[in-house]
């Protein structure tokens, strides 16, 4: 156990679903970030929190749409997602101070899109 | 954009021998760390070296870090089954922001490590 919990660890939803991944992290950390990790390439930042403030969003399409309702607490809220989104989605978080520190990964959630 | 780029992509050897991972990255860092991951789960840290330290040790792990180069490299020692797992660098960069800026954690593709008994 790393400290951070990511929820449901498998998912499969149809292209008009909505559904909601969940992270949890209580190692008092004040950066969460949600990774895409598909087949054959590199792992993604898809985005970065900072204090419960969104401080990056790289380039991710809208039918993804991040949450941080609190400093231990991150979503990602899905819907009308393309069957190319399918890959396995990881949820870190780290103390960030001058630079990164280690970062702690969640068990990651397996997405298919059908 | 990517930072990492490890070589090998794949590696296989026989248990009891020394693995030797290598990773180049582009910009100035902070530090490098890297993680490791078992087929379809999260990664896990293993070691971070910073940008000031041109070794470092953990157990059977050695780390170098050639800034000038632009590149570490990671040795296992006397690898054991259980080493099997692909294998990440990692490289902070600092992105600008208004008001603060924010490190971004930037990963390469990995060395898919085989140890075979």
């Known amino acids: 156990e790393t400290g951070v919990t990511q929820t449901p660890r498998h998912l499969v939803m149809g292209m008009t679903n909505k559904k909601s991944l969940k992270c ?27 204090f419960k403030e969104q401080t990056e969003n790289n380039s991710v399409p809208s039918r993804f749409s991040p949450e941080c309702p609190n400093s231990s607490h991150l979503f990602l809220h899905l819907h009308t997602l393309q069957p190319e989104d399918s890959a396995l989605y990881l949820c870190a978080s780290s103390q960030v101070t001058r630079g990164y520190g280690e ?12 | 954009s990517q930072q990492g780029e490890e070589d090998p ?44 330290e041109r070794e470092k040790h953990s157990g059977r792990l050695r780390v170098t870090l050639d800034t000038s180069k632009k590149s570490s490299s990671l040795l296992i020692t ?20 208004p008001g603060a800026g924010s490190y971004q954690l930037t990963f390469g593709k990995g060395t898919k490590l085989s140890v075979i008994p």
């Open chain 1, 24 to 50: 949890e992290q209580h190692l008092g950390h004040n950066a969460m970030y949600w990774y895409k990790q598909s087949a054959k390439k590199p792992l993604e930042l898809m985005f970065v929190y900072n």
């Open chain 1, 103 to 114: 970062a702690f990964f969640g068990q990651g959630t397996r997405l298919t899109v059908v």
């Open chain 2, 9 to 52: 992509q794949a590696l296989s050897i026989q248990e009891g021998e020394n693995a030797t991972m290598n990773c180049s990255y582009k910009t100035s860092i902070n530090n490098l760390q890297w993680y490791r991951q078992n087929s379809g789960r999260g990664l896990v840290h293993l070691i971070l070296i910073r940008s000031n």
């Open chain 2, 78 to 97: 006397a690898s054991r089954a259980a080493d099997t797992a692909s294998y990440f660098c990692a490289t902070d960069l600092l992105v600008p922001h």
